[in-house]
């Protein structure tokens, strides 16, 4: 499949915001306000450019669909109130619900705990044709876990495998699984939505203020900010260790979440055009087969 004047502007957009390899990266040197060559004054254009952007892959995902041949995950985390939900509703809008399956992963249960990390997200994993949305993930384990060393005690490991490279083994652990996806036609795409901590505040304030966003509010989503920056680190260490080129991070600002949404659109257009998409097509036995049908149709209405 050629790659459209749109799938093209897509590519140069992600690509602004991918890290293949984590080697040189650095959590600093991403503005959570940054939004590229786009100014205020262009949101409106950048609204319409959205919307091309969702029927764009409204087409791409039902050749995905119709070809049964590849999948596609998509993994979001972010602190909270940085616009996972927003970016996933928005941008997958215009997907058929049939070829769609999100999940939600919140703190695991005891069965999940009964299990390795992966055994919950593994079950999960999107069947060929489809597009897997993962809100949260195993990556979790790399995140929250190192973060609060209690969750960690919570697994039950064998005491003799909780050492100090345990980070390092997960980190192997995971792009050893990414690859094992690849080699089944499974690519993976993962998604930091970086927001700053001065935007977070003052969304978590405007959640308090208006009454409809009450549901929203959680009172961990305090306790999780205080613990700030050792968050960005196990991000930064995160990424550094698990971006890679067939399996990318992308870091994508989400002071904006008009800009945020864009840019994660971008990506999931071009990982789609990445792929040899096309209609699946009949030889000419079956063409003939189709047409000797339509005829009898034909004549019998």
């Known amino acids: ?45 950048a609204k319409q450019a959205l919307q091309e952007g969702i029927n764009a892959l409204a087409e791409l995902q039902e050749m995905l ?23 996933i509703k928005h941008v997958m809008s215009g997907i058929n619900p049939q070829g769609c399956q999100v999940y939600s992963f919140k703190s695991p249960s005891s069965e999940d705990l009964d299990h390795d990390y992966l055994w919950r ?26 973060v609060h060393p209690e969750y960690l005690a919570g697994q039950k490991l064998p005491a003799r495998l909780v050492t100090k490279h345990i980070w390092d083994d997960r980190f192997d652990d995971i792009c050893n699984f990414e690859k094992y996806l690849e080699h089944n036609g499974i690519i993976v795409r993962k998604f930091f939505l970086h927001v700053s901590k001065k935007e977070q505040l003052k969304r978590f304030v405007s959640r308090l203020d208006e009454p409809e966003k009450h549901w929203k509010f959680s009172n961990a989503d305090a306790r999780e900010r205080e ?20 399996s990318p991070w ?13 840019v ?16 699946p097509t009949v030889d000419a036995a079956r063409q003939k087969e189709l047409a000797e049908v339509r005829n009898t149709l034909l004549e019998t209405q």
């Open 227 to 246: 613990l700030w920056g050792d968050y960005m680190n196990a991000y930064e260490a995160t990424i550094r260790h698990t971006a890679t080129k067939t």
């Open 264 to 279: 994660v659109a971008a990506a999931v257009i071009d990982a789609l055009a990445s792929l040899d998409l096309h209609f």
């Open 65 to 87: 669909y119709a070809q049964d041949r590849w999948s596609v995950l998509l993994i979001f985390q972010a602190m909270d109130a940085a616009g996972k939900d927003g970016a």
């Open 121 to 146: 997200c593994m079950k999960c994993l999107p069947e060929r044709g489809r597009i897997g949305i993962f809100n949260r993930s195993y990556y979790e384990e790399t995140l929250a876990v190192r």
């Open 1 to 45: 499949m050629k790659k459209s004047e749109l799938q093209e502007r897509a590519h140069r957009l992600a690509n602004h915001y991918c890290v293949t390899d984590g080697k040189k990266f650095r959590l600093k040197d991403v503005d959570p306000g940054d939004t590229a060559w786009l100014g205020e004054e262009q949101k409106p254009q």
């Open 250 to 262: 992308y870091v994508v600002p989400a002071d904006n979440k008009w800009f945020t949404r864009i």
